[in-house]
């Protein structure tokens, strides 16, 4: 209970300070403070509409090049009418088997990778165990350069394996959205 009425007893004490000050207030500070600057020699510019040109805004997003204002922007219309016939000539090329062979391709590059990977993996494990077995420091020596060889193999293979994965979503995600039928997709 006590520590009810020390927290309504602080928030009425700080009401007052807490509301601020008025809007007459403000513009009164603000008037005193404009005519501070007018009595040292300030001068300000008051923009109007009048000030402003009719000059397009431009719309620039970071990294990209801005361009020059002299140069007047190409109708968009156009643009996309041109972007629409060229989108329309290049699916009309794309037909069954153009994505049978682009997905028969990008298949095979996976498939082949992923036995290389598997194969690296296991001519790892042999160096590895040859240099567990031998003795000799010569020997050794070569086992662990072959090794570290394989194992460099490996990582690249995998990275291999992780583009060709996304390649192939790449195509699914184009097929889809160019209303490809799935069966098309599979060889």
């Known amino acids: 209970m006590k520590r009810l009425l020390f927290a309504f007893a602080l928030t009425v004490g700080c009401a007052p300070a807490l509301m601020g000050q008025s809007l007459a207030d403000a513009a009164k500070r603000a008037e005193q403070e404009r005519a501070a600057k007018k009595a040292d020699g300030a001068s300000t510019k008051v923009y109007t509409n009048k000030d402003l040109k009719d000059t397009p805004t431009l719309l620039t997003v970071a990294g990209s090049p801005v361009p020059p204002l002299d140069r007047p922007a190409p109708v968009k219309a156009e643009r996309d009418e041109d972007a629409r016939a060229a989108e329309y000539r290049e699916a009309a090329k794309k037909d069954e088997a153009y994505w049978k062979s682009r997905m028969r391709d990008?298949?095979?590059?996976?498939?082949?990778?992923?036995?290389?990977?598997?194969?690296?993996?296991?001519?790892?494990?042999?160096?590895?165990?040859?240099?567990?077995?031998?003795?000799?420091?010569?020997?050794?020596?070569?086992?662990?350069?072959?090794?570290?060889?394989?194992?460099?193999?490996?990582?690249?293979?995998?990275?291999?394996?992780?583009?060709?994965?996304?390649a192939i979503d790449t195509v699914e995600e184009e097929a889809r959205r160019s209303s490809v039928p799935p069966g098309w997709l599979r060889p």
């Open 106 to 166: 990008l298949q095979s590059a996976l498939d082949t990778d992923q036995i290389r990977l598997i194969a690296m993996e296991a001519r790892v494990a042999s160096l590895s165990a040859d240099f567990s077995r031998t003795d000799s420091v010569s020997e050794r020596v070569v086992l662990r350069r072959e090794r570290e060889s394989a194992v460099t193999e490996m990582a690249r293979l995998r990275a291999a394996i992780l583009a060709d994965m996304k």
